[in-house]
């Protein structure tokens, strides 16, 4: 029916009002997060998501933050989420104790072993350069990867069907691989093509 | 293949999207097919396959970047919940997924819709919630309400509802799909409503009302879903006594996780959550089915400003909206189609009853809302079979658009008459309701309504536009309406006394007082001619034409015209009634003009007594006749006395209104006119300060009001010696009040000859002449060119003799003995011919005249002068 309903990428839109929005999220995210913390130990496994959902319901709450919907606010959030956790990576890295976050280690048989902080902030690099190019997939990767939610809600949130979702996870991740493949070689996402 | 660059990828991208969807056999002849058009393109996406495969090998970036528990899920596909089996999921909202099942146990066929908890919330808050939608829907139960079949938790620990499966669309897309006419709407939105009152009847409120929570089943039976957020309304709360029944208090649940686009203004700024919550969100679904638009228009984009339309922002009336020129007009062509109609008809049929309850439903005020849910399924009833609806904010605009039906459309009137009522009858609230805010200046109504009925007028309809042609004005179209409506409602000298009463109202609000009168005293012979000598209407036009007299400075016409609708409305409805009181203020307000604040006094007295007793102490009318009584004290000099009154004011102001509306800051502009009357000029600053403070956050920076309290404050600055700050207030005061309210008004004159004094203060007397002269001219402007005079200044003459004397002294300044000497001499006639001394005018005069002399060496005048003085 009418569009104004479905006024799309509402938050994004508006990079003065993101910016602010960006802060207070990422201090929302942080504070949820450290409360996490010093319950298990960590934010790890379903830690991430409750956060997101928690921080949902404690925004929405606040004057001046509403979001236009659930998933809407998710997708935003986990763009946050993931400045969250490669930020706490590197802190970590630098300070050389405890952070916010678990990472897991996928088997050393794997080339990029997200234990390696280095390809996490890798792929939060080629994650950005991908947001300018095709913001679609960096939302689905930022949701999937940084902050764990299946295809299917995925899917649900975005009102698509599960297979365009996995599509674009496919789509999304293969440039994040050829661009990070490209790096070692000293040449950026945007270097001039090479004849 | 070299690294990518955006425009690469761009170019690639919808080719992977294809390649991917394709089994991997297919890939070389897709690959072969793109290659004999493009080897370039085709070698790229060789090499693009290559590393998927790759990527796939190694594994990249599979599972999460975090531990264990942010792996996918598991899929619940065919998992067994007490007797049903989990067959797909069908929707995911932020407590958890929704998944079709099956009957599994064998006893009965049948599909279900299985809601779970999201696993992150179980052990929380949300569990609670999850918990509570069980036993709220166990409670109601009814046909258009998709009911609970089972609750439980599964083995693992998931809890779990069973609900009635329903194989259905939302109903704004059932709706446009099935391209249902207004009527078939109402119908449909009559049985939501029917669900809701079910629901209230049980004490529960849904609070999440919304298209995707209403789905119309396959065989068109509406569905009530999603009671995931709706609370218990408790027994025992306090009953809110100032709502009506049905309504109780309810504590709001901190954070509750609503729809904003949905959301009543109380649901954003943390009030009671009540029933009223969805009569207003009911309002919302009525206004989205039948103008496919949502209430809050653009202001949706964003959520600052969706925020603000709630909580602020009255809507567009529904029928404006069908035919609103923001709109991409495809769209709302579009729209009418799904309706079977036009946006012009759409308009038409959606304007009058439907246009009211829609407003009446989406009140800012959950206080002024539909009371019930069944109280507004019963006026959309009576709409359905063209009855007179029974809730109505405004009678009186109610009987003109119910007269323009029965009438008008009888005589079979073109479009562009029909328009012309409708953005009177606006017009006409907003006139009812200014009347009641006197306390509120009016100086830039004129200019705000001339605006607001171009739009109604130029958005309204396109035919009307094409009508009138180029050249389009306001009072073109009113002349050629009022034109029109005459010679149509010829012989029906009812419809004429009301039509021309409406238009008089108007005219009249464009300054335009001659022809006002003249449709005004009409509008009078015909209603003498039909109600005889005494009937509510009559009283009106005489009220209307009084006040419109006395605005013409007619002032002993005025009076007997408002005498006259005062007995008439006396015997009607006896001493005590609001309209009793209305006239009476205004009847005040005409000897207060005439500088009679004895007659004017207990006139103000009586029409505030009226209204605290008819309306109570703590109505917005009352507080304006507070505010009148202060005024009349306040000019005879009884500052105590009307500073006490104006308290009152202004806690009633604040009550009612609020601490930042332009009442509430006219108050404290009031008090600080009081305290400058008491030399009190810290105070005065301090209040005019606030007041403008206030103003310029809730009126703007730009906005009239602004320019009076700047004229104020340069009192005070003048006073305390401040020259410079009070020249520059007046500065900022004159920006503002020329360009909205034109160089012939009378503040501008005020604000004029009140930086001549600062410059004279300064001792630029060059400088002062020119403004002096400029003031004087416009002083003199006769009141028909110049609206609004008598609001403007109260005992507006005398001022006429001070601006002479002023004029004289710079002229003194400037040397032009001769002219100074003529000047003050006629400055202090004027000041003697006037009824009431004005003393302090008269002694400054004087002393001018001294200092006149002085200088010009004229000793013995001086000297007689002086005598003067001193005695």
């Not at chain 2, 004029?807 to 032009?816: E, K, P, Q, S, Y």
Request: aromatic share 4%; charged share 25%.
């Amino acid at each position: 029916m009418n569009t104004t309903l479905e006024a799309p990428g509402a938050v994004v839109d508006e990079p003065v009002v993101a910016d602010g929005l960006f802060n207070t999220l990422y201090a929302e995210l942080h504070r949820l997060a450290r409360r996490e913390v010093h319950r298990r130990g960590s934010v790890s496994g379903l830690g991430v998501t409750t956060v997101l959902h928690e921080a949902y319901l404690s925004m929405s709450g606040t004057e001046g933050t509403v979001f236009v919907d659930h998933a809407r606010f998710l997708a935003y959030a986990a763009r946050v989420m993931r400045g969250l956790i490669i930020d706490d990576v590197r802190r970590r890295r630098s300070a050389k104790r405890g952070g916010l976050f678990a990472l897991t280690a996928l088997g050393t048989d794997h080339a990029y072993s997200v234990a390696n902080p280095e390809a996490l902030t890798q792929i939060g690099d080629a994650l950005d350069e991908l947001a300018t190019v095709e913001p679609d997939l960096a939302e689905i990767v930022d949701l999937k990867f940084f902050c764990g939610f299946s295809f299917i809600e995925i899917a649900a949130m975005r009102g698509v069907s599960e297979r365009t979702i996995q599509r674009n996870w496919e789509k999304g991740r293969l440039y994040l691989h050829h661009a990070i493949a490209a790096q070692p070689a000293a040449m950026g996402i945007h270097a001039v093509t090479q004849p | 293949m070299p690294s990518l660059n955006p425009d690469r990828w761009r170019a690639l991208s919808p080719y992977l999207d294809e390649a991917l969807e394709l089994p991997t056999a297919d890939r070389a002849a897709w690959l072969a097919s793109v290659g004999a058009r493009d080897a370039d393109l085709a070698a790229d996406l060789r090499a693009m396959l290559v590393e998927q495969d790759l990527v796939h090998e190694s594994g990249f970036m599979e599972g999460a970047a975090l531990a264990p528990g942010l792996a996918p899920m598991p899929s619940l596909e065919g998992q067994v919940l007490g007797a049903y089996r989990l067959v797909s999921p069908i929707g995911q909202g932020g407590m958890g997924s929704v998944w079709l099942a099956e009957r599994c146990d064998g006893r009965f066929e049948g599909r279900a819709a299985v809601k779970l908890l999201n696993t992150a919330l179980i052990g929380r808050a949300g569990e609670e919630r999850f918990t509570r939608e069980g036993t709220i829907l166990a409670r109601v139960r009814h046909p258009r309400i998709a009911h609970l079949i089972d609750a439980g938790v599964s083995p693992t620990g998931q809890p779990y509802l069973v609900l009635e499966y329903v194989d259905g669309q939302r109903i704004d897309q059932y709706c446009d799909e099935h391209a249902l006419g207004v009527d078939a709407r109402l119908r449909l939105f009559l049985d939501v409503l029917e669900a809701v009152a079910h629901a209230h009847a049980n004490l529960v409120v849904h609070r999440d009302i919304k298209p995707a929570n209403v789905l119309v089943s396959v065989d068109g039976q509406v569905k009530l879903l999603d009671f995931g957020i709706a609370k218990l309304i408790e027994r025992n709360a306090e009953w809110d006594a100032t709502s009506s029944a049905g309504q109780s208090a309810l504590t709001r649940e901190g954070g509750a996780a609503l729809t904003p686009e949905f959301a009543a203004p109380e649901q954003l700024s943390g009030g009671d959550v009540t029933t009223a919550t969805d009569v207003y969100a009911l309002g919302v679904l009525l206004y989205v089915l039948l103008s496919g638009q949502h209430p809050a228009g653009r202001a949706l984009h964003t959520p600052a400003t969706l925020i603000r339309a709630i909580v602020e922002t009255d809507p567009p009336r529904v029928s404006d909206a069908v035919v609103s020129q923001d709109e991409p007009q495809e769209a709302l062509a579009h729209h009418a189609t799904q309706c079977r109609t036009t946006p012009g008809r759409l308009s038409r049929a959606l304007r009058g009853d439907l246009d009211t309850i829609v407003a009446k439903a989406l009140k800012k005020d959950a206080s002024e809302r539909y009371a019930s849910v069944t109280a507004m399924a019963d006026d959309l009833g009576r709409s359905l079979r063209h009855e007179p609806i029974g809730a109505l904010p405004d009678t009186l605009r109610y009987r003109t658009v119910r007269f323009v039906q029965r009438h008008v459309r009888g005589v079979a009137a073109s479009v562009a008459v029909v328009v012309l009522i409708v953005g009177m009858t606006a017009i006409y609230t907003i006139r009812l309701s200014a009347e009641r805010d006197r306390a509120q200046k009016e100086a830039a109504k004129a200019a705000r309504i001339s605006e607001a009925l171009t739009g109604l007028l130029t958005g309204a309809d396109p035919i009307a536009n094409r009508a009138t042609g180029e050249g389009l004005t306001v009072r073109g179209l009113l002349d050629a309406g009022a034109a029109q409506m005459q010679k149509e409602l010829e012989g029906q000298p009812e419809a004429q006394a009301e039509i021309l009463t409406v238009m008089g109202r108007l005219y009249r609000r464009f300054g335009a007082f001659d022809k006002a009168q003249a449709l005004l005293e009409q509008a009078l012979a015909s209603g003498r001619a039909v109600y005889g000598t005494e009937h509510p209407r009559l009283a009106l036009t005489l009220n209307d034409l009084g006040a419109l007299l006395a605005e013409k400075g007619a002032y002993a016409t005025a009076g007997s015209s408002l005498e006259e609708a005062l007995s008439m409305r006396r015997r009607i409805h006896g001493p005590e009634h609001r309209d009793v009181a209305v006239t009476l203020a205004e009847l005040g307000r005409v000897y207060q003009d005439q500088g009679l604040n004895a007659r004017a006094e207990p006139l103000h007295r009586e029409a505030l007594a009226i209204r605290r007793k008819v309306l109570g102490e703590d109505d917005r009318e009352t507080a304006v006749s507070l505010s009148d009584v202060a005024s009349v004290l306040r000019l005879n000099g009884d500052l105590s006395g009307a500073e006490s009154f104006l308290r009152q004011c202004l806690e009633l102001n604040r009550k009612t209104r609020g601490d930042d509306h332009p009442n509430t800051a006219m108050t404290l502009h009031d008090l600080g006119l009081v305290a400058a009357g008491r030399a009190d000029f810290a105070s005065a600053e301090s209040l005019f300060q606030q007041a403008m403070d206030i103003q310029r956050k809730s009126l703007g920076d730009k906005h009239p009001v602004v320019a009076t309290s700047l004229n104020s404050l340069s009192h005070v600055w003048l006073a305390q010696g401040k020259h410079a700050a009070a020249a520059s207030a007046l500065r900022e005061a004159l920006d503002i009040a020329v360009p909205v309210l034109g160089g012939d008004h009378q503040l501008v004159a005020i604000y004029t000859i009140n930086l001549a004094s600062v410059y004279l203060a300064r001792r630029e007397p060059a400088a002062a002449e020119a403004l002096l002269r400029e003031g004087l001219r416009i002083r003199a402007l006769s009141p028909e060119v110049v609206p609004n005079r008598r609001r403007i200044l109260s005992e507006d003459d005398w001022s006429v003799g001070a601006t002479k004397s002023l004029l004289g002294a710079a002229l003194t300044g400037l040397g032009r003995y001769d002219e100074a000497e003529a000047v003050l001499l006629e400055a202090r006639r004027d000041l003697e011919a006037m009824p009431a001394p004005r003393k302090p005018e008269m002694k400054a005069t004087i002393a001018r005249l001294v200092q006149l002399y002085d200088a010009w060496g004229k000793p013995d005048k001086a000297a007689a002068h002086r005598a003067q003085l001193a005695s």
